[in-house]
Nanobody, 123 residues
Framework: QVDLVESGGGSVQAGGSLRLSCAVS????????MGWFRQALGKEREEVAG???????DYTESVKGRFTISQDNAKNTLYLQMNSLKPEDTAMYYC?????????????????WGQGTQVTVSS
């Protein structure tokens, strides 16, 4: 099992910043791809950012230029730096990991999920 624990969420005003962290067990050799997902109240879950084992990153269009995903293998931690936050970014944010390349490539759901951390952005 891979254990994921998010932290760093909170309430901020529009234009503010937050940095989310995800502590991961067996991070350096267990994960093919990791990502940050979010789910707003009453809405479907969406992926906002991802990073593969070669440090190639990807972002959904709505957060490009504002969010940055990164990883620190020495600390077994995944980060999501969120700048210029908007009320539309309000959601529960989840860290997730794929340990299976097949599951990632074929579009399956991530193999492991964290418990989530709430981000609330006010106008």
């Amino acid at each position: 099992q891979v254990d994921l624990v998010e932290s760093g969420g909170g309430s901020v005003q529009a234009g503010g910043s937050l940095r989310l962290s995800c502590a991961v067990s067996k991070y350096t050799y267990s994960n093919y791809y990791m990502g940050w997902f979010r789910q707003a109240l009453g809405k479907e879950r969406e992926e906002v950012a991802g990073i593969d084992r070669h440090s190639i990153t990807d972002y959904t269009e709505s957060v490009k230029g504002r969010f940055t995903i990164s990883q620190d293998n020495a600390k077994n931690t995944l980060y999501l730096q969120m700048n210029s936050l908007k009320p539309e970014d309000t959601a529960m944010y989840y860290c997730a990991a794929y340990v299976s390349a097949y599951d990632f490539v074929t579009g399956r759901s991530p193999n492991y999920w964290g418990q989530g951390t709430q981000v609330t952005v006010s106008s």
